[in-house]
């Protein structure tokens, strides 16, 4: 049915572009309808335009106001595909998704003239094809209408422009409950960068837009009259137009429009494409700038490898550029290059400190930006090596004999013992020195012609220690144990006393003295420790106990069934129609939940797909012991695991989410079979799922199974 509606509604707009090619108005409007919707929203530009006398239009904001009207068009058609609803300074736009690609374009225009005011485009947005199933809708927020997206639109536009940049793409795990989002937070979009670095130009979108401003200002203002705005721009639809606009908005003498512009401080000059457009502007110069307009495709950027930076050994510094066929031209000395500089053959090696300035051209192409690339070239006097302990830092329990070594041939090594910084005036190391006190040794490494070494440092703490009692020792391992311990405890040390603790605290101040076996029957942490006058304590010996009963063997039992037997009548789906109860053991190690399924076992044996699904329930957690009778249908079990948590249930082959129970023709007795299986997925199988979904999974990710087989006949 939804591929039906699909192609309904791909017919529909296919028609109504036709009509639209042979329509009066600019635009064709059809209604759509599509299970899946897009939903764009964003802010409008303020009227905040300073006026003679304010007026209650702009204080509302522009949606509040009938002086203007909404609209969102497919770029390549110009059909309207969808709806838009402005309030104040913001607007939501809903469109319908199809199986062809849209482009959308929403324009802002004055409802009389029907010239645009500001405009948007957004790139293409995938078709129904391209999107996950999971998707019923996508909002797409933070998107921002004003001079610069109307500067961008405007010109593109009219320089049809082929759109290959996506406004968003979906993977599936970025819908969540049947929603996808994407908030761009008035960041620019794939469009947006695109048309600004490699079409049109940062610099013209931005002069640009300054025109859309000083434009939109008069349009919008209540203290100018129509008569003064119809002479300024009788039709804004283009690029074209709304730069005529503003040419005659320059040269215009009109009192009250000056006041308005100079209350705004809207532009009256501007640069495309280093024209400059003003009230001296004659048509001549306007068709050139008009021409001007037409889009060329910008050379990318160049890119040096490796990047810029400080370095300590000469560079081969490799330029590339992605434009195919490109040529590139550099410089090292600072001045900006051109077509006339040294042309980029191969690697340059850079030994000393250097700033390589790169631009890329190709014909029929606009230039590469000019990048600057720095590298610091400090290549360091040779050092000596940093001497070496033979003994590393730390605390001894015995004198040690140190010696220190340098790997640099013939240099000579000074020494402190102090905690002095030694030069060449400090002793010089001849031999191994014999450490038997606490000391700090720093060693520095001297020859001629070489940077000093950096200085090495090694504390040596000598503590020769009394002597301590022997750790303790538990006659029986820590463990995991079905039957209660009997555990004593011995120390090696002759006429130490042992004291210890059973809850996992520290045994020194503990006063359980150790005297005879100690019996573990339950979880237990013990530690203990010796000690004896004279002696210092022994180290603490832990370890960790537990006593469980054995753990019931993995199977399946009902209080209302009885394995082989007949099923009571009132689990049958014509009479209660409701779930039986169960219980079962322990799941195997390694299970992370667990699947119950029920089904008509006459099917074809080699074909689990053939058998009729009656029920199935999973996302059952491994810690369940059983199912309490009478489960509720629904995609989501919120009661009945016992003996607590939460599942989910899948379409059985009625088509129903839940429990159904058998229902055979007349006839012989039928088998059916209740099948528990431990699985090593987690409990995060989608909700309502059907038999192609969760029979794959059990196959693919069973650990074991058991299962409850019972006979009915009507």
């Known amino acids: ?28 409007t059809v209604a759509l309808s599509s299970s899946q919707t897009l939903e764009i929203e964003g802010n409008l530009p303020n009227l905040n335009a300073p006026v003679l006398n304010s007026t209650a239009d702009h204080a509302a904001g522009i949606g509040n106001s009938d002086k203007y009207s909404f609209s969102v068009i497919d770029k ?26 849209l482009c959308p374009v929403i324009n802002v225009k004055e409802s009389k003239s029907g010239r645009i005011i500001y405009s948007a485009l957004f790139g293409k947005i995938p078709s129904a094809s391209e999107l996950p199933a999971a998707v019923k809708t996508l909002k797409i927020s933070g998107i921002s209408i004003d001079a610069m997206t109307t500067a961008r639109a405007l010109i593109a536009l009219e320089n049809k422009i082929s759109i290959t940049e996506t406004l968003f793409t979906v993977s599936t795990s970025e819908v969540q409950a049947g929603t996808f989002i994407k908030n761009y937070n008035g960041q620019k979009t794939a469009i947006d960068n695109h048309l600004e670095t490699k079409i049109i130009g940062s610099d013209n979108v931005n002069e640009f837009a300054k025109a859309v401003t000083a434009v939109a200002t008069i349009l919008t203002s209540s203290n100018i009259s129509d008569n003064v705005k119809n002479t300024i721009a009788p039709s804004i639809t283009n690029a074209t137009q709304l730069l005529t ?6 040269k215009a003498n009109d009192g ?48 040096f490898t490796p990047d810029t930076g400080t370095y300590t050994q000469s560079q081969n510094v490799t330029i590339t550029c992605q434009t195919t066929g490109a040529a590139i031209y550099y410089t090292l000395d600072g001045t900006t290059p051109t077509a006339s500089s040294a042309l980029y053959t191969g690697a340059l090696n850079v030994s000393t400190t250097s700033t390589i300035k790169v631009i890329v051209i190709k014909p029929g192409m606009l230039d590469s930006y000019v990048v600057t690339a720095a590298y610091t070239i400090n290549i360091p006097v040779q050092q000596a090596a940093t001497p070496v302990f033979s003994i590393a830092a730390g605390t001894y329990a015995a004198t040690q004999s140190v010696e220190i070594t340098c790997a640099t041939p013939n240099a000579k090594i000074y020494y402190t013992l102090d905690g002095t910084a030694p030069t060449s005036s400090s002793t010089l190391y001849s031999g191994t020195l014999s450490v038997s006190i606490t000391s700090t040794i720093k060693a520095i490494a001297i020859k001629t012609g070489m940077a000093n070494s950096d200085i090495a440092m090694a504390n040596y703490t000598i503590n020769i220690p009394a002597l301590q009692v022997a750790k303790p020792v538990f006659s029986v391992l820590a463990g995991t144990y079905t039957t209660a311990q009997t555990l004593t405890i011995t120390c090696a040390t002759p006429g130490a006393i042992i004291y210890y603790s059973t809850n996992g605290s520290d045994p020194s101040n503990s006063l359980l003295i150790y005297t005879a076996s100690i019996t573990i029957a339950t979880d237990m942490t013990l530690k203990a420790i010796a000690k004896k006058a004279g002696y210092i304590d022994s180290s603490i010996e832990s370890a960790d106990y537990k006593v469980s009963a054995p753990t019931t063997p993995f199977t399946l039992s009902s ?103 058998p229902d055979p023709s007349a006839g012989a007795a039928r088998t059916y079979a209740f099948q528990l299986y431990a699985l090593n997925v987690e409990p995060n199988i989608p909700v309502g799922a059907n038999k192609a979904t969760i029979l794959p999974i059990i196959i693919s990710n069973v650990i074991a199974g058991t299962n409850l087989t019972v006979f009915y006949q009507k």
């Open 76 to 101: 390549d058609t110009n059909v309207e595909i969808g709806t838009v609803i402005a309030n104040g300074n913001s607007f939501k736009a809903t469109i319908g998704i199809l199986n062809m690609n």
């Open 559 to 661: 209080t209302g069934l009885t394995n082989l037997g007949a099923l009571p009548s009132k689990y049958a789906k014509a009479n209660a129609n409701v779930s039986p109860a169960f219980t079962w053991g322990t799941p195997p190690a390694g299970t992370k939940s667990l699947m119950l399924v029920c089904v008509d076992d006459n099917g074809t044996p080699t074909n689990s797909m053939a058998d009729f699904i009656q029920w199935g329930i999973y996302n059952i957690p491994p810690t369940a012991t059983g199912l309490a009778e009478g489960i509720a249908k629904g995609a989501t079990v919120t009661s009945g695991v016992l003996s607590s948590g939460s599942a989910a249930q899948a379409m059985n082959d009625y088509g129903n989410t839940g429990y159904d129970g």
């Open 1 to 28: 049915m939804l591929r039906l509606l699909t192609s309904v509604m791909v017919l529909i707009l296919f028609m109504a572009m036709i009509a639209g090619c042979f329509a009066d108005d600019d635009t064709a």
């Open 245 to 250: 606009a503003f040419v005659k908005l320059a």
């Open 256 to 303: 009250v429009l000056k006041a308005v512009m100079t209350a705004n401080h809207t532009a009256n000059e501007i640069s495309l494409s280093k024209i400059r457009i003003c009230s001296d502007t004659d048509d001549q110069t306007m068709a050139t700038i008009i021409a001007k307009l037409n889009v060329i495709e910008k050379v990318d950027n160049p890119s």
